[in-house]
C-alpha cells in the first residue's frame, strides 16, 4: 500500500501476477478494450502498433490483424458505441483514420448511412486525439485543428475549427452531456468548447498545472535572478466524473486537479506524485478488480505515470541512460460517494 499526501492512491493489485503477457516485434502507441457484456473475462484488446497496424488480443493470447493497414503508426485507438454497434476507431500519424465495425467477421462493416466500409479516411494532418460522443467524432491534429465529423457521414466533416492554443493540444475529451468538448495543452492550459457555434460566447479557458514563482538560476539579466516564472506542465489527460461530470485533469507536474468547469472553479488538487501523470481514467475499471478492496464509493481513478526523462537523451541507442529513474506505476483511488460533487453557491 502506498499513500500520496493522504489521498489514497493504491497499487497493491499490480503485484499480481499477470494472466497475460505478449511481445511484439513493434512499439505498441495506444491500446483499448471492450469489456464482455455478460461479465466474464472474455474481454477483448486492441493494440495500435508502429508498423500501421492495428492488432487485436484475444482470450487465448492469439494476436491478429484488423482493420485496414496506415502507411505509419496507429497512435491513437478509441472504443464507441453507437446505436447498438461496437465501433472501433483508429487513428494515424499518416494523416487518416479509420472505424471498424465489429458487426462483420471480416471486421470491414458498413456504418449505417455512412456510405463507408472500412475505408481510410484523409484528413489534414497527423492525428493527435480522438473521442467521441453519440454520432459525433471529434479529432485533434498537429496542426492545430479540430476536425468534427459525423460517423454517419464521413466524406467530410461538419466543421474545421482552431484549436485555440497556441501550441498543441495534447488531451481531449467530449462533454458527458454531448454539448461540447474539453482540450488539454503543452502549454498547460485548457479550454472548453460547445459544438453549437450559438454558444461559441460560452467558450473559455484556463490555465492550470503550472508552479508560480519560479527562481531560475540559470537565466540572469544584469547580474539578477529572473523570478517569478511560472513552472509550465502538460495537461497529458482529461476525464469526467460519471455521476458529477466534474472534469478531471492530470498534468505533468504530477497533480489531479478536479474543475466545475461550469462555473469555472477547482474543486481539489491532489498530493503531488514524484514523476509525470500520462494517463487517467475514471470509472474504467470493473468492480470485479476491486475485490478485497472497500468498494463504498462513487467510482475509481486510475492513474498511470512514468518518466520521461528518456526524451532529453541526445543518443536514441543510449539504452544505459534511457533506462527510467523512477519505475512506472499505476495507482488506483476509490472515491468516496462525495468526491468530486460540484460546489454549491
Known amino acids: 500500500m502506498i499513500n500520496e499526501s493522504n489521498d489514497g492512491y493504491n497499487n497493491d493489485i499490480l503485484d499480481k501476477p499477470n494472466d497475460t503477457q505478449v511481445t511484439l516485434n513493434t512499439t505498441i502507441l495506444d491500446s483499448t478494450w471492450f469489456p464482455s457484456s455478460n461479465g466474464s473475462n472474455d474481454d477483448d484488446i486492441y493494440i495500435g502498433c508502429a508498423d500501421g497496424y492495428i492488432r487485436n488480443l484475444n482470450i487465448r493470447n492469439q494476436l491478429s490483424e484488423i482493420g485496414s493497414r496506415h502507411k505509419l503508426g496507429v497512435c491513437k485507438l478509441k472504443k464507441m458505441n453507437y446505436n447498438g454497434m461496437n465501433l472501433l476507431i ?35 494532418n497527423k492525428i493527435f486525439n480522438i473521442d467521441t460522443i453519440n454520432e459525433k467524432l471529434v479529432i485533434s491534429t498537429s496542426d492545430r485543428l479540430i476536425n468534427i465529423f459525423d460517423i454517419r457521414n464521413l466524406s467530410k466533416p461538419l466543421s474545421i475549427r482552431e484549436n485555440g492554443f497556441k501550441y498543441q493540444t495534447r488531451s481531449l475529451k467530449c ?25 461559441n460566447q460560452d467558450s ?17 539579466n544584469n547580474n539578477d535572478t529572473v523570478n517569478n516564472l511560472d513552472l509550465v506542465g502538460p495537461i497529458n489527460s482529461i476525464n469526467f466524473h460519471k455521476d458529477f461530470g466534474t472534469l478531471f485533469t492530470g498534468g505533468s507536474d504530477g497533480h489531479v486537479c478536479i474543475w466545475d468547469y461550469n462555473s469555472r472553479k477547482r474543486i481539489k488538487q491532489y498530493g503531488k506524485l514524484d514523476i509525470n501523470l500520462s494517463v487517467m481514467e475514471t470509472d474504467h475499471l470493473s468492480l470485479n478488480f476491486t475485490q478485497g478492496f472497500n468498494i463504498n464509493n462513487s467510482g475509481i481513478l486510475a492513474i498511470g505515470y512514468s518518466n520521461d526523462g528518456f526524451k532529453n537523451i541526445p543518443n536514441i541507442n543510449d539504452i544505459k541512460n534511457s533506462q527510467p529513474i523512477v519505475k512506472s506505476k499505476v495507482l488506483i483511488k476509490l472515491m468516496n460517494e462525495k468526491e468530486g460533487l460540484p460546489k454549491r453557491k
Do not use: L
Open 90 to 124: 483508429g487513428g494515424s500519424w499518416d494523416k487518416s483514420f479509420q472505424i471498424i465495425d465489429f458487426r462483420s467477421g471480416d471486421n470491414n462493416g458498413k456504418i449505417s448511412g455512412s456510405g463507408t466500409s472500412n475505408e481510410i479516411v484523409t484528413i489534414s
Open 175 to 199: 462533454m458527458p452531456n454531448g454539448e461540447g468538448f474539453i482540450q488539454g495543452s503543452i502549454e498547460g492550459r485548457v479550454s472548453v468548447e460547445y459544438f453549437d457555434e450559438n454558444k
Open 204 to 220: 473559455y479557458a484556463f490555465k492550470c498545472h503550472r508552479i508560480s514563482g519560479i527562481n531560475d538560476e540559470n537565466t540572469v
